[in-house]
């Protein structure tokens, strides 16, 4: 069976409740713990259905927003999974206050009460109205960046395609495809300025409906972060500007050097070589197939699992008209099957996807064959990212297949752009942290604290007078800041992790390799840092951990001839 195939059927809330309610009473009168294991897996059973309708639903969805009919399918579960979820936080509390707490642990982990109470603790019935409206805020949001349709010298351009021609050899081109990028954004930026704000104030609601301050605490429990707080974010990011930073700048001015302008401006930064960045040397059908040569060669599990995806048309890589912006892996319960959705636009990003969302993907096939439990299937976000970016580097030894003689510019780019991308990462954490520290900001408010965290972490980056971005309005590109409150500091927190495999696999690849299938294999049976400690990782939040993560890095980009 082929995704296509794939059977969609319209969620059954009332008879998800009512299957519930019957296993919550059984935990409740249980005399006897048989009685509420079977309880907890009968739910993982009727939770996997559940997921595999909203998955699928929400996946056909993306690949058209203008699709009548998943279009209304997508405005029903985004009005009904706040209900989904109150019903999961009935059967959670049941387990939280079972009398069989001791069994529970010995059979499904302590990390399973874990998540368990914080379902709980993260919820109110006064919320479901708020996560309503924030999901049709969301759509929205993901609609009006969709709707990119930009004339770009003859060409009918989205934002990714227009993101291409911003790696053109032509400067002028480069800052042509600038202007129609920003231009989008600040023809909607009134749009935009009032969804977020929407958002901000809906988001502050429920953190106080809970009893905080502000939304930040719940934002935290939202992401499952049960093992660190935001204080120790604020440690880890200021190490990321005492020792990132500076670097950056110095990779920037010498990038400068290399092409051949007196200053880098931000159509620039995509632009690594005088003569073209790597670009990809065949088609989608091509890159696939060196992805295939790729991973049976990585090694036989991986080998499998891509052939599983290809003959199950499970990669969605083309960008087509009404398809949503982005990428991203998901996963699909009853079919046991991950799932890539992205938009290939002909440059070296079209080979991180097969890296990248190929990690994650990769990591659920190897999760959801050791982990019976949906709820251990993934982690939090700050490991599932570290599956992701550290197969691109496992994947660095075969970029012959993908760039010919280019695969060396490849390496040198990508190793400095998941550098360069650390100190923005923190930025868009600080920023969101503040903005829910202070959610009655205005808008150009907004947009000013942004400038200023540019200065603080993009020291080097100039807009060359482009007005919308100088005053503070390019993180309104960025959709996670929509859709995914504090979904950002993973990235960065992930990305040392990933720096240390890239350091081990110059030690001993087959030891690292043997570390990152043992952190897939876990998925999110165990919280962050222990799933660190299972992994041989260091404590991204322990001073010096970021200056020896990044350490083989810096050595390889100073010893480059690129």
């Not at 009398?99 to 990390?111: D, N, P, R, T």
């Amino acid at each position: 069976m082929v995704f296509s195939e794939f059977e969609y059927k319209r969620p059954n809330i009332k008879d998800f409740s009512d299957k519930v309610d019957v296993l919550v009473a059984k935990i409740n009168n249980a005399k006897a713990f048989d009685e509420v294991k079977d309880a907890i897996y009968e739910m993982n059973k009727i939770t996997k259905a559940m997921m595999t309708d909203l998955e699928i639903g929400g996946i056909r969805y993306t690949l058209n927003t203008n699709d009548e009919f998943y279009a209304q399918e997508q405005d029903f579960i985004d009005e009904n999974a706040p209900l989904i979820d109150e019903i999961g936080v009935r059967f959670a509390k049941a387990v939280v206050d079972s009398k069989f707490q001791e069994e529970i642990s010995k059979e499904f982990g302590k990390q399973y009460i874990r998540l368990s109470k914080n379902t709980v603790d993260r919820f109110a019935p006064e919320l479901i109205p708020f996560k309503q409206e924030e999901n049709k805020l969301s759509s929205e949001y993901q609609k009006l960046v969709a709707s990119c349709n930009v004339d770009f010298n003859g060409e009918k351009c989205n934002i990714y395609g227009l993101l291409k021609h911003m790696q053109d050899p032509d400067r002028s081109i480069r800052k042509l495809a600038f202007e129609k990028w920003a231009g989008f954004f600040a023809e909607n930026e009134e749009k935009l300025d009032e969804i977020y704000d929407k958002l901000v104030h809906l988001r502050d609601k429920m953190g106080k409906a809970l009893g905080f301050e502000n939304f930040v605490p719940l934002g935290y429990m939202n992401m499952g972060r049960l093992d660190y707080t935001p204080e120790q974010v604020g440690v880890f990011r200021e190490q990321v500007r005492k020792y990132i930073v500076p670097v950056c700048a110095e990779l920037r001015e010498r990038q400068a050097k290399k092409i051949g302008v007196d200053k880098l401006k931000y159509y620039d930064e995509g632009f690594m070589y005088t003569d073209g960045n790597a670009m990809p040397i065949g088609d989608r059908e091509f890159l696939v197939g060196c992805a295939q040569k790729m991973y049976n060669e990585l090694s036989e599990d991986t080998g499998k699992f891509f052939k599983y995806m290809v003959d199950t048309q499970l990669l969605e890589l083309d960008t087509k008209p009404g398809k949503a912006v982005g990428g991203y892996c998901t996963f699909i319960p009853d079919y046991n099957s991950p799932f890539i959705f992205s938009n290939f636009n002909g440059t070296s990003a079209d080979v991180d996807v097969l890296t990248h969302e190929a990690g994650h993907a990769f990591m659920s096939y190897c999760s959801a064959r050791h982990n019976e439990l949906y709820d251990y299937l993934f982690s939090t976000n700050e490991v599932n990212e570290i599956h992701s970016m550290s197969m691109e580097f496992f994947a660095h030894p075969w970029m012959e297949l993908f760039f010919g003689d280019a695969a060396d510019k490849y390496r040198y780019a990508h190793t400095a752009d998941s550098l360069e991308f650390v100190p923005y990462g923190v930025c868009v954490d600080e920023f969101q942290e503040k903005v829910y520290s202070n959610p009655d900001l205005t808008p150009k408010q907004r947009k000013e604290l942004w400038h200023e965290l540019e200065q603080k972490y993009l020291p080097t980056r100039d807009f060359d007078g482009n007005e919308f971005m100088e005053n503070g309005g390019f993180w309104q590109k960025q959709s996670h800041i929509f859709l995914n409150p504090f979904y950002y500091i993973d990235y960065t927190l992930a990305s040392m992790g990933a720096f240390e495999f890239y350091g081990k696999m110059k030690k001993d690849r087959n030891s690292a390799w043997t570390d990152y299938v043992n952190l897939c294999n876990a998925g999110g049976s165990l919280p962050y840092l222990e799933l660190l400690s299972l992994a041989n990782l260091s404590n991204p939040f322990e001073e010096g951990s970021v200056e020896k993560a990044i350490s083989s890095l810096v050595e390889d980009l100073n010893n480059s001839d690129y």
